[in-house]
């Protein structure tokens, strides 16, 4: 549900397009907000201005476009390897055009450098969390179970049967 203030909002922005798009319609140039293409560019572009050309996907129209065909080269969808080689080819080629360092030299190092990045660096103290946090629920509880048996020996007979009935409620989930 939208609030009031929320439709008001949205009514002033249709208001705004409208007027400025009515305006572009009589030729006076207003510049557009976004600095990407605009889908009549995109669809205007030749074949071979994209990485994936059949596909028409991630064009290679300058350094932004190309660091961006870059960065989500693993996302594209339905291709096969050897059409990826052709695209990572184009992405090279238009990389040198528009002054873009890569630092891969293969297609293929892309998804290897972000596992390696995605890794965190483990040490004595920080291994032994990680083991127990990654544990299923159903083996955290079960752990839990003995604290209780451990803490509830100590105190009185009284806490020593609340932990037994705590105890058997655990097993039987």
Sequence with gaps: MSTTRQKEAARKNI????????????????????????????????????????ERKEPLTDARHVRNAIAR????????????DKAWKRILTAAKRYDVDVSESDWRDLSKGNKKAAKPSTSKGS???????????????????????????????????????STSKAAKR
Excluded: Y
Excluded at 39 to 47: F, G, S, V, Y
Excluded at 73 to 84: M, P, S
């Design 127 to 165: 291994t032994a969390k990680a083991s127990t946090s990654k544990a299923p629920a159903a083996k955290r509880s079960a752990s839990k179970a003995p604290v209780a048996k451990r803490s509830a020996s100590k105190g009185s007979a009284a806490k020593t049967s609340a932990s037994k009935t």
């Design 73 to 84: 080269f693993d996302q594209i969808e339905g291709v096969t390897d050897a059409e990826r």
């Design 15 to 54: 208001a705004k397009a409208r007027e400025v798009q009515s305006e572009r319609a009589h030729g006076v140039k207003i510049p557009r907000q976004t600095r990407g293409l605009s889908t009549a560019q995109e669809d205007k572009l030749p074949d071979k201005d994209f990485a994936f050309p059949k």
